[in-house]
């Protein structure tokens, strides 16, 4: 989905009482809509999401899709309840995505040894293969972000988001576990 303004053009739209859709900007007490941190975040991520949308559609994967394999690809199994944790994934989106997968034999699902309820997830020869052939897609494309943004500067804000994460992960949120879906 294209983002139908940038956030400039939004806070411009915002501000000026023009004959446009947009309402004049309200006094809040808070930062510009714009200046948000989830915001800021969010279109960052777009704008690495969109160049890496095309290969994937390419190779008939969503971003989704693509993410869980990564993580599998990493590791020999893992329960679909840590998959959804690492992969940022609702247990209901998962679980479509895992039906997905396993359709097209790209992953492989047992039951858990230890406990016949849960569920454990592995990627297949098949999945390995395909990974092998987007890799050479994906490297290029992180090649070409770093560099127009630079490795250092990338590094360093790989290592910032980390230290943000490590951060803010001792903060208790009230309902967090249940709002998330991941239990």
Do not use: C
């Amino acid at each position: 989905m294209k983002m139908a303004r940038s956030a400039k053009g939004l806070n411009k739209g915002l501000s000026k009482g023009s004959n446009s859709a947009a309402a004049p900007a309200r006094r809040l007490p808070m930062r510009e809509f714009s200046r948000s941190l989830p915001m800021s975040l969010l279109r960052a991520r777009e704008a690495v999401m969109r160049q890496f949308r095309p290969s994937l559609r390419q190779h008939g994967l969503t971003e989704q899709q693509w993410r869980i394999l990564r993580a599998l690809a990493a590791i020999k199994a893992i329960e679909v309840t840590a998959l959804a944790r690492t992969a940022f994934l609702l247990g209901p989106s998962l679980s479509r995505i895992l039906r997905d997968l396993e359709a097209r034999r790209l992953i492989e699902r047992k039951t858990a040894k230890t406990d016949l309820r849960r569920g454990v997830v592995s990627i297949s020869e098949k999945g390995l293969r395909l990974m092998e052939v987007v890799a050479p897609s994906s490297e290029a494309i992180y090649a070409a972000i770093t560099k127009r943004y630079g490795a250092k500067k990338l590094a360093e804000l790989q290592e910032m988001l980390g230290a943000l994460e490590t951060s803010l992960s001792g903060l208790e949120v009230a309902g967090e576990r249940e709002a998330e879906g991941y239990e």
